[in-house]
């Protein structure tokens, strides 16, 4: 029998997942590209899933305290966190893929090891969280980090099936190894 502790630490490592097969094959180029009316890269995408598992993970660390406060003013947090979805002309995809390697590995040890039910406070002095909430339980956070992760990997599909048409089912496949006779992959590396 799977206990819940695992059922989270499955579901979380699956929807990291989606990020390295939404963006294989791709070249910088490529994932830095926004082919939407939106703003929104694979790389991107990639590098927000990264800072969102880093401030969510950083709260279940710290639980049942707060994290150290972010001493810069907030106009600099808010710039950085607009940088987060943008795939700078500095980065690579393969940096940026490293990066989140790093910190998925922390964000599925914490799954591990934290105390599912201990308070993780609702930092109040931020715009968007709800001011009538004091704290949420860790295991609160794991699964709205999962939902995070899931959201944000939808609409890296989007982005990278108007790049180049391909679907996270043939991209997983890609990612596995399997080679199918006769499929046409117009996004692969020659």
């Not at 190894?177 to 020659?190: L, N, R, T």
Request: glycine letters at 6%.
């Amino acid at each position: 029998m799977v206990d819940e502790r695992s059922a989270l630490r499955e579901f979380l490592a699956y929807h990291q997942s989606a990020y390295y097969a939404v963006s294989y094959g791709l070249s910088d180029e490529q994932a830095r590209s926004t082919p939407t009316v939106s703003a929104l890269s694979v790389g991107g995408l990639v590098k927000h899933a990264t800072g969102m598992q880093r401030s969510w993970m950083a709260r279940v660390a710290a639980a049942p305290g707060a994290p150290p406060k972010d001493p810069r003013p907030f106009d600099e947090i808010a710039r950085d966190f607009a940088d987060q979805h943008l795939m700078r002309p500095d980065e690579t995809l393969d940096g940026l893929l490293r990066a989140l390697d790093a910190q998925n590995t922390e964000s599925l040890r914490l799954v591990d090891t934290a105390d599912l039910d201990a308070a993780v406070p609702v930092p109040q002095d931020i715009p968007w969280f709800p001011k009538n909430q004091r704290a949420w339980s860790v295991r609160w956070v794991v699964l709205h980090v999962i939902n995070e992760l899931a959201r944000h990997a939808g609409h890296a599909d989007i982005v990278r099936e108007a790049i180049d048409g391909a679907t996270m089912y043939e991209l997983i496949a890609a990612v596995e190894g399997w080679e199918i006779e006769g499929w046409v992959k117009p996004w692969s590396k020659s």
